[in-house]
C-alpha cells in the first residue's frame, strides 16, 4: 500500500472528470454491513471535496446520510487507480456543481433521467495514483480457475444463472469491501474472484495479497461484479478466510445477500422478499 496522503494531485483531479471510468462508493448499511455502489459521477471537486451526482434511488444514497463513512474507488480506461476514505457532509439540489452534471452527455442528453442530487465528501485520505497488477490479477485468475472446482459448497443454488457467469467472466471487474476498524468501508479489487458454485465465490491472494490478508476470517464483505455491458450484481456474506483447495489458496465469500444495483429499479434478489398486495389507494 501506498503512502497515505490527505489531498489529491491537481492533475490526477482531470482524470476524474470523464464518464469512462469506474467510480465506486463502499457504505455502511443500517446494522453494519458494507455495501458497495457504481457511481460513475464521482469526481473531485476541490483537492479536499469530492463530489457525486444522483439519478436513481439505490441503498448508498440512504445510507451516507445515517452513517456517513465512506470508502471509494476510482478506476479509469488505463487502469490507473485512485483509493480512499471520505465523509458525506451533505447534498444540494441545484446550484454550479448541479448544472455541470447535467451538461455532461450522459445525462444532457438521457430523455429518461438526469441528476437531481449532487452529494458532497469530505476526502480522508487516499492512496494516490496506482496501478492495477494486471501480471498479478491474469496469473491470479488461472490459479482460482483451476482450484475453484474444490472449494464447491454442494449448497442449494443462490445466484442465478446469469449472475454466476457473471462471476466467471474473465472480462468482468469485482471489487471486493470490508468495514475497516476505523469504521471505514475499506475496497479492494479482486478481478480474479470466481464462483465455485451459486453460493460461493473464491479469489486467489496472488493479487493485493497484504491486503486480503488482513481480513479477518468470520468478516461481513461484499463483492461487486460488473460487466462490460454495465451488468452488475452486489453479494454479501460472510468470508471465511484462506483455505487450500487443490493444493492452492483460495479466499472465500459464502453468500448470504444478493442484490441488483443496476437501474431503473434498484433492490434485493436474495432472500426474497416478499410481495404484498395494495390494499389502500
Known amino acids: 500500500m501506498k503512502e497515505r496522503i490527505k489531498a489529491f494531485d491537481p492533475i490526477d483531479m482531470k482524470e476524474f472528470e470523464s464518464e469512462a471510468k469506474v467510480g465506486l462508493i463502499a457504505t455502511v448499511n443500517p446494522v453494519g454491513n458494507p455495501h458497495l455502489t457504481l457511481i460513475t459521477s464521482l469526481q473531485a471537486k476541490t483537492p479536499t471535496q469530492m463530489i457525486w451526482g444522483q439519478f436513481t434511488e439505490g441503498n448508498s444514497k440512504k445510507h451516507v446520510k445515517a452513517n456517513p463513512k465512506v470508502g471509494f474507488l476510482i478506476m479509469n480506461m488505463k487502469m490507473d487507480l485512485w483509493r480512499g476514505k471520505a465523509t458525506w457532509t451533505h447534498e444540494e439540489k441545484e446550484g454550479e456543481d448541479y448544472e455541470m452534471f447535467n451538461k455532461k452527455p450522459m445525462f444532457r442528453y438521457n430523455a429518461y433521467f438526469g441528476i437531481h442530487t449532487v452529494h458532497y465528501m469530505d476526502l480522508i485520505e487516499t492512496y494516490a495514483k496506482d496501478k492495477l497488477p494486471l501480471a498479478k490479477i491474469i496469473a491470479g485468475s488461472i490459479l482460482t480457475m483451476t482450484a475453484k472446482g474444490g472449494a464447491r459448497s454442494g449448497q442449494s443454488p ?23 476498524d476505523d469504521g471505514y468501508p475499506v475496497i479492494i479489487p479482486v478481478l480474479q474472484c470466481q464462483a465455485a458454485d451459486a453460493c460461493r465465490l473464491v479469489f486467489s491472494p496472488l493479487a493485493y495479497k497484504d491486503e486480503l490478508k488482513t481480513i479477518p476470517a468470520g468478516t461481513k464483505i461484499a463483492i461487486l461484479g460488473m460487466s462490460l455491458d454495465m451488468e452488475d450484481v452486489l453479494v454479501r456474506g460472510i468470508f471465511t478466510g484462506f483455505n487450500r483447495y487443490r493444493g492452492l489458496s483460495l479466499g472465500s465469500l459464502d453468500i448470504e445477500w444478493v442484490y441488483n444495483s443496476m437501474p431503473p429499479t434498484p433492490g434485493q434478489i436474495y432472500p426474497e422478499i416478499e410481495l404484498k398486495p395494495i390494499t389502500e389507494f
Open 158 to 180: 443462490i445466484l442465478r444463472h446469469w449472475a454466476e457467469k457473471l462471476f466467471n467472466r474473465l472480462d468482468a471487474t469485482k471489487f471486493l469491501t470490508y468495514i475497516g
